[in-house]
Structures are given as structure tokens and as C-alpha cells.
């Protein structure tokens, strides 16, 4: 019964990966105006996930030291990861699909299995438990969907293929769920998989999507980007009061 639940839960919570659909009934012209907007959002939600949530909760379960070098291992492990897709996909051709929106789904994907971890923590702890934390996964997934739809789209996916990648990157949580109802009880892994997600956040925030903001050459709009950054770390910082135990 209790896998059953926990299972229903992050497939839940994977559904509300398809919130990117809204932008199909949306016209090229609007939503090109907001997209920038929404990678701003994404990068601000990244960087707070990373320093409120995961590097907190890391914190409080290892000695900072080790945390920071995980988180370290996490970042240069994506640094490395996007030289080599960048070559990949990009060499000697003109490069139609950044190499960030595949860094991108690889970690939304990490993200999602741990929510799934998460979920299954929740359960595994009581039931109720398990209703707030599916409860609170699924309502920091609606922002943190929009954003990653929009990043695949910026990045030069279309908009079927961005749904439906971001789709099967947050199937993760499917995953996740169900290794941590076995697991989760016997390994901890979660205290080492939580600063290397936030390595992994940080880079693609910070070398991928913050430079992309840096080529907004007006003024207004940038100041507008910059104000949106910013929501997208409170909105985080809210939801970790919100929540708390």
C-alpha cells in the first residue's frame, strides 16, 4: 500500500511536467517576449534550490567540508560534461541546439529522481508526512517546469519536443521514488546526492543561463530579467518557510 502511494505520488508529480502545454495555445511573437523572462525565473529558481534547499539540507547531514567538495565534484562534472556535448553536437557545424538544454534535462532529471527520494522519505516516515512533502515537491515542480520548458525552447528544441523531453526527464521521479522506498531505509544516499545536485544547479545557472541574460543589450529588459531572477529565489526561499518542519 505504502508503494502504491508513493509510486501514484511522483507520477503525480511527473504530470505536472506537461504544465509547458499551456505555451502551444500561446503565439510565437508572445511567447518569444516572455521566454527571456522565464530563463531569468529558471536560473533564480536554480540557484536558490541549490543554496536554500539542497546545500542546507546537505549541511545538516555531513560535515561542510565534504558537502562543498561534492558540490564542487558536481559543478566541474557538468563543466567537463558540457565541453564534451558541446563538441559533440557542435563541432565543425553550426550548433542549432545549445548544449545547455541537454545539461538541463540531465539535471532536472537528478532533480526529479530526488524529489521521487524525497517522496519516498515522506511516506516511509507517515503517511501525512507523505502528503506534505508530495504537496510541497508538486508546488515548487510548477515553477521550476515552466522554467526548464522554457529553457529547452530557448536553447532551440521546439515546443512538442521540449514537452515532451521535459516529460521523460521528469519520469526520474518515478525512479527515484521506488529505489528510495527500498533503499532509503538502509543507505542514506541522499546526503551525497543532494550537494552534487546542487553543483550540477549552479552550473548550469550560472555559465549557461546568466549569460544568456548578459545578451539582452536593453536596458528596461534587463532590469525587468534581473527583478524576475530575483522572484525566482524568493519563490524558492518561500516555499522552504512555507514547508518547514
Known sequence: MVLLLIVASAVLVSI???????????????????????????????????????????????????????????????????????WRHCHEHECDIHAFTYLNLLGDGLHNFIDGVIIAAGYLTGFPVGIATTFAVAMHEIPQELGDFAVLVYGG????????????????????????????????LMIYILPFAAGNFLYIASSDLIPELHKELSLKKSFESFIVFILGICLMYTFKIAFAE
Open 16 to 86: 505536472i511536467s506537461l504544465i509547458g502545454i499551456i505555451t502551444l495555445a500561446i503565439s510565437d511573437s508572445i511567447f518569444k517576449r516572455v521566454l527571456i523572462l522565464l530563463v531569468a525565473f529558471s536560473a533564480g529558481a536554480l540557484m536558490g534550490g541549490s543554496f536554500i534547499h539542497l546545500m542546507p539540507e546537505s549541511l545538516e547531514k555531513m560535515e561542510p567540508l565534504n558537502a562543498f567538495i561534492i558540490l564542487l565534484v558536481g559543478f566541474s562534472s557538468f563543466f567537463l560534461l558540457e565541453r564534451v556535448l558541446m
Open 157 to 188: 528544441f521546439s515546443k512538442t519536443k521540449a514537452l515532451l523531453f521535459n516529460f521523460l526527464s521528469a519520469v526520474t521521479a518515478v525512479f527515484g521514488a521506488v529505489l528510495g522506498y527500498f533503499f532509503l531505509q538502509s543507505q542514506d
